[in-house]
């Protein structure tokens, strides 16, 4: 267990909905990154936020958006929703500076758009 | 384009076996390499690497890193079941586009 709750855990949408993801920071992590992971692929980088800012995006579309609260928890918002978003979406927490690289990652949400 | 390689893309050993897994990577603004073990959801972090030729080890798991050639290898000694997983290698970079690149993974089977 590394301390990094995400919610929900499964979610069915359809094409065109809009979902919002959740994730809680291991306790004192102030660093949060979101990851795409496809079935049997590795993780593909969202979008990092620090301190309330995003602190680097990988090559997604604004329809994904996030946000960082004051007690580090995140968001992942995905618009519009397509077929090809279904994946297991990842979040990890780290504590920035020389061990912002050593991410915990959540359980994951399981995101399937029919 | 940035990559990051792993093989073999899957193995299968039995018990007591050593297992060698490599990870290769063409990447810009190398920061670290990083493994990660992912059983069902959630990778779990194994190693980070940021100097060449500086084993880390922790148990029976081992790795090591090579800047000049742009590998590194996750070794494990001894294997048993519970070492099942798809092993996931990593760079991060000090900027770019993305700041964490993983490879495809290598799903390792031990059989009892």
């Known amino acids: 267990e590394t301390g990094v709750t995400q919610s929900p855990t499964h979610l069915i949408k359809t094409r065109g909905q809009q979902v919002t993801l959740r994730c809680s920071s291991q306790s004192g992590h102030n660093t949060v990154s979101w990851y795409q992971q496809a079935l049997g692929q590795g993780p593909q980088f969202i979008f990092q936020?620090?301190?309330?800012?995003?602190?680097g995006r990988g090559n997604f579309p604004p329809r994904f958006s996030g946000l960082q609260f004051p007690n580090y928890s995140s968001e992942l918002n995905v618009n519009a929703l397509e077929l090809d978003d279904s994946a297991l979406y990842l979040c990890?927490?780290?504590?920035?500076?020389?061990?912002?690289?050593?991410?915990?990652f959540g359980p994951g949400t399981r995101l399937t758009v029919l | 384009e940035d990559k990051v390689v792993q093989s073999p893309l899957s193995l299968v050993v039995h018990e007591g076996d050593t297992v060698t897994l490599n990870c290769s990577y063409e990447?810009?603004?190398?920061?670290?390499l990083l493994w990660y073990k992912q059983e069902k959801k959630a990778p779990t972090f194994l190693f980070m690497l940021?100097?060449?030729?500086i084993e880390k080890k922790s148990g029976r798991l081992s790795s090591i890193l090579d800047k000049k050639e742009l590998f590194s290898i996750l070794n494990i000694t001894a294997t048993q079941t519970g070492d099942s997983a798809v092993y996931l290698c990593?760079?991060?970079?000090?900027?770019?586009?993305?700041?964490?690149?993983f490879g495809t993974g290598t799903r390792l089977k031990v059989l009892a």
């Open positions: 936020y620090y301190r309330e800012e995003e602190n």
């Open positions: 990447v810009t603004n190398f920061r670290s």
């Open positions: 990593a760079v991060a970079r000090t900027s770019g586009t993305y700041k964490y690149i």
């Open positions: 940021t100097s060449s030729g």
């Open positions: 990890a927490s780290s504590l920035a500076g020389t061990s912002t690289d050593t991410q915990y």
